[in-house]
Each structure stands twice: as structure tokens, then as C-alpha cells.
């Protein structure tokens, strides 16, 4: 099971590797993470919500950036048209102002802000973020239990962020599985709760609140 987890881990690092090599030229981040072109069939939205969420991504990054220039690092991350916010700004009110940018994007539906107000977090940080991003993913393929691409991981300083349209038993068992891994210091669930009966008729259902879940003392 350890060999089969470090050779998943494995290959989506080596995703998130090639994506960020193509993307190193844009300094805010777009959508947390790496997609693999197979995920589109077996994604929870539809395939054209899918596309109104990269397109909700890429006018809020070119909005803030030129809003912000370099002085912020915000990701920018869309699902179902729900966005969330994360990163760091100078201020309160460089915070107020990019989630005022980003509810007159077009296609909005709702934004979560949970912008730092610190100082940009050093390459350093960003490297172990991501590096637990790919941490989470590889759990959540490995658990038997469920649908890996049924959620997007965001990860912050730590701070893990879950999305996606799941059932209690799926957001209770992924936040389970997301503090088990190392490097984790809390997660934040940002999901569309939907139920068993819901998931087989895929009907549509409104965001669920935020919810913040401390990891477990180390």
C-alpha cells in the first residue's frame, strides 16, 4: 500500500510539475492544481460548467493583476462557479477590493475570502504547499472509498482547502483522510453538499457553509 501510494504521489507531482512549468510566466495562480484531461469525463459538473470555471479563473487573475500588480499573491480557484479566494495582501481593504474584482466577474456565483493579510509567502512555503497538495491527492486515489476527482485540493500556508459536489459521508471522510497527512495544519471544507440520492440523479445543490476542521496535535 506504502509503495502503491509513493508511486501515485509520484505522478501527480510530476503533473503539477509540467503545469506549473507551463504556467510560470503568471504570477497569481489559477485553480489550485493540475488537470488531467480524463478528469473532464468523470467531474461531478458538466462539461460546459467545467469550462465557465476556467473562464471564471483566468478574468479574475488578468483583473486582479492589473488591480494588484505585485503586490499580492492571490489563487484563484473556481468550482460550480463558487470561488475561492486564497493567498496573501497587504491589507484588509487590498482583500475587500480583489473579492469586490471578483463577484463583478462575470458568471460568479458566490466568493469564500480567506486571504491572509501578511506578507507574500516565500517560494519555499509555496514548494511545501504544493507538495502536500500532491500529498492529499494521492490519499484521496488511494482511498478505496472514494472518488478522487470529485474534489479539487487547494493548499495555503498548510492550510488544506477542500471542493467539490459531495455527500456528508464523502466530506466527512476526505477531511478525515486530508488531516492524516503530514504538513497539515487545518482544513477547510468548501463543498457543495448534496445527497446519495442527489449524486445518482445529479441534481444541482446550493453551496454548503464553510466549514473549518484544525488538524489533529501532532
Keep these: 500500500m506504502k509503495m502503491q501510494s509513493m508511486r501515485t504521489l509520484g505522478a501527480l507531482l510530476a503533473a503539477a510539475s509540467l503545469v506549473g512549468s507551463l504556467a510560470a510566466c503568471v504570477p497569481l495562480v489559477v485553480g489550485g492544481g493540475a488537470v488531467v484531461g480524463t478528469m473532464m469525463a468523470v467531474d461531478r459538473r458538466t462539461a460546459g460548467t467545467q469550462v465557465e470555471d ?3 479563473e483566468l478574468r479574475a487573475v488578468n483583473r486582479i493583476r ?4 505585485e503586490r499580492a499573491h492571490v489563487n484563484v480557484t473556481s468550482y460550480n462557479r463558487q470561488v475561492l479566494l486564497t ?6 481593504a487590498d482583500s475587500q477590493k480583489v473579492e469586490q474584482i471578483v463577484l463583478a466577474v ?4 458566490s466568493v469564500v475570502n480567506d486571504l491572509g493579510v501578511m506578507a507574500n509567502t516565500s517560494l ?7 507538495f502536500i497538495t500532491g500529498k492529499v491527492r494521492a490519499s484521496l486515489v488511494d482511498a478505496k472509498d472514494l472518488t478522487a476527482n470529485a474534489f479539487k ?3 495555503e500556508r498548510g492550510v488544506v482547502y477542500l471542493m467539490g459536489r459531495v455527500t456528508q459521508r464523502e466530506a466527512k471522510r476526505s477531511a478525515e483522510i486530508a488531516r492524516g497527512v503530514d504538513g497539515v495544519h487545518k482544513v477547510v471544507r468548501v463543498f457543495e453538499v448534496i445527497s446519495e440520492e442527489e449524486l445518482a440523479r445529479g441534481v444541482a445543490a446550493q453551496p454548503a457553509p464553510v466549514s473549518h476542521d484544525p488538524a489533529a496535535a501532532r
Design 54 to 56: 476556467e473562464g471564471i
Design 153 to 155: 485540493v487547494v493548499t
Design 106 to 109: 462575470d458568471n460568479v456565483r
Design 66 to 69: 492589473e488591480a494588484m500588480g
Design 87 to 92: 493567498g496573501e495582501v497587504p491589507t484588509a
Design 124 to 130: 519555499s512555503q509555496r514548494s511545501k504547499d504544493t
